[in-house]
RNA sequence: UGGGCUAUAGCCAAGAGGUUAAGGCAUCGGACUUUGACUCCGACAUCGAAGGUUCGAAUCCUUCUAGCCCAGCCA
């Protein structure tokens, strides 16, 4: 199942452009705006960038998209590096849009000089009321036809300072009654007093992202510009100001399907949103899908890649179930995690007929389908915890493969035991459970006389380890029926239990382990010397279904 | 309604005139099992619709229908 790639359409144009020597080697590059975090969907354009400079024996760039320093922050580069360098994407070389600011403004004035751009005095709502709309063309500004001298020392005087911010705009002069809304006239720079994180204060002038990304891909030799689907409409602009500004080298755009999750709160303005609004709990808040989020709840980069491969890179947009995800984050995990014995929702088990003061150290392996991951020392007492769920006090039909009064079943790696009383407190719950064990039927013994009523993991109280267990569950219900979510946030979607694991186990911030028959966990940052905390990256598969009779 | 796109199973997604329309996820059976996990077997589509071209079409043509994007001095 892993590795799996789908075939796409951009291999194919790679394919093409390489053996027709249109390109010797191939140059692609994620263009990012640090003005928030990354999350799932832009995993597909990182890794898939990234992969096809790999597989093609190109070079991968990472480069910062900050042309507009209102917006912008360095937390974010910072941020957005950091999670690029987890998924394992290692760019060849890093740049920001704002090392080229000089050089655009120098392709700025090829524009003006050929009169194909000029400075503009309309204000916003002018600039607007004249574009016309989806089905009226626009009309042509009244400052359309100033001359070349004029429209240089105009700009000039834009880059200069001389003009208050939103007083002047330096515009293409394209056609202002073409259908593509993009091609009327665009402004190319505006007037913004702001500092910038990258170039301080040097620039009172910034160019839009129309002009700016094409430039920037000609000028980093970029030979297929991957973008969203959105910006097809752009495209004809794109070519434009490149074949224009007379770039030597010219890129391609190609456009693919944004990747969208069902149910899930995905798009950068949403999940600030929600961050700003403290619905959740940053942007590494493990409900998040965001990278950091997706980090923090144990997810291995390498499952990322996996969803991505499998999903290609269609025209074509729909929405992609997370299960898909989940069962490679499963198939990452299965033979590399420790699988180990934790109990969430505990019930303590008194094992009568075993002497009080006996402790016995049993031998387990770590990984059965793994032996390179050894074995662990698990301790057995005449008091262990068993899951809840473990536990019904009269076993409900022939399909119960658990623990019920009067029924034998299997502590794992132990012996049999069987439950013969319970005790319950003021609210009907039960507190414990009295029980006897068969000491001839421990584990490793040879055994066969009889089945047991199924096999279950318990933690030895005298030696447990208490542990707070984070259980997530979507964040919001229906998020894509178009309601805002503020009124959808899950109030059950973050679920904290106070459990234990077994006592010879000391794991590491970001260790993921398997609780054996529950699910994949993660120890979390906010583990501290009094408690242990984890979160649970995914639960395991389970066929099981309580059946009523 | 101007322009640009998309449409293959419950969800993704290959397929670019010619074997029984890949594969994954999900689901449903069944085998195995010291995880109701894993693994293994099995089931699960005539390709948005209607016409047409062709010996032959998901693939070509025509006309429809549905959905998405565009009217920031955002990216």
């Known amino acids: 199942m892993i590795n799996m790639e789908n075939k796409n359409f951009i291999r194919t144009i790679i394919e093409q452009d390489l053996a027709s020597k249109k390109h010797d080697k191939i140059v692609t590059r994620f263009p990012p705006e ?28 990472l480069r910062f998209d900050d042309t507009n320093p209102v917006k912008e922050d360095t937390i974010f580069v910072e941020g957005i590096k950091k999670d690029i360098a987890w998924l394992g994407c290692h760019w060849d070389d890093l740049y920001y849009a704002s090392d080229y600011f000089d050089q655009m403004y120098q392709r700025a004035l090829v524009l003006v000089k050929k009169g194909m751009a000029y400075v503009c005095d309309l204000s916003a709502e002018e600039i607007k009321a004249h574009r016309g709309d989806l089905k009226t063309h626009g009309i042509d500004s009244p400052y359309r036809n100033r001359s070349i001298e004029e429209n240089l020392r105009l700009f000039e005087a834009m880059k200069n300072g001389a003009f208050a911010d939103g007083e002047k705009v330096l515009r293409a002069k394209i056609d202002m009654k073409s259908p593509n809304i993009n091609m009327r006239d665009p402004i190319i720079y505006r007037i913004q007093r702001a500092h910038h994180h990258n170039t301080q204060d040097d620039w009172c002038i910034y160019p839009m992202y129309d002009f700016a990304h094409p430039l920037e891909d000609a000028i980093e030799g970029i030979t297929h510009s991957l973008c969203s689907l959105e910006f097809e409409d752009h495209r004809p602009l794109y070519d434009w100001f490149v074949k224009h500004t007379e770039m030597p080298k010219v890129p391609r755009q190609i456009e693919f399907g944004k990747l969208k999750i069902a149910n899930q709160v995905i798009g950068k303005r949403l999940i600030r949103q929600l961050v700003d609004d403290h619905v959740v709990e940053g942007w590494d808040d493990p409900r998040l899908i965001t990278l950091s989020g997706l980090r923090r709840r144990g997810v291995p980069p390498l499952a990322i890649h996996d969803f991505v491969k499998a999903l290609g890179l269609p025209k074509s947009e729909g929405f992609t179930e997370i299960s898909m995800l989940d069962e490679f984050i499963r198939e990452r995990l299965k033979m590399n995690a420790k699988r180990i014995h934790a109990v969430i929702d505990p019930i303590k088990v008194i094992i009568t007929n075993y002497p009080a003061d006996k402790h016995e150290v049993l031998e387990a392996p770590l990984n059965r389908e793994n032996e390179a991951l050894g074995s662990r020392e698990l301790t057995f007492s005449n008091t262990v915890y068993i899951e809840r769920d473990d536990f019904l006090e009269n076993k409900p039909n022939k399909k119960w493969k658990r623990l019920s009064l009067g029924i034998e079943v299997r502590l794992m790696h132990a012996y049999f035991i069987k439950a013969n009383d319970v005790e319950y407190d ?42 707070e267990i984070r259980l997530y569950e979507d964040l919001v219900e229906n998020v894509d029926d178009g309601r805002p979510v503020e009124e959808k946030i899950n109030a059950d979607s973050k679920q904290v239990k106070y459990g234990f694991i077994e006592g010879g186990i000391n794991p590491e911030v970001e260790e993921t382990f398997q609780f054996t028959r529950l699910g994949y966990f993660t120890l979390d940052k906010d583990t501290d010397d009094q408690r242990l905390v984890f979160n649970r990256t995914v639960s395991l598969k389970s066929s099981f279904k309580p059946k009523n009779k």
């Open 34 to 61: 640090p003005n928030g975090l990354m999350h799932l969907g832009h995993a597909r354009a990182i890794v898939m960038n990234y992969i096809l400079s790999k597989d093609y024996g190109g070079r991968f760039h």
């Open 426 to 467: 003021e609210n009907g719950l039960v507190t414990t459970i009295y029980a006897t064990y068969d000491k001839e039927t421990k584990s490793g013994s040879g055994f066969n006389e009889r089945k047991p009523n199924g096999n279950i993991h318990f933690v030895d109280a005298k030696t447990a380890k208490p542990a």
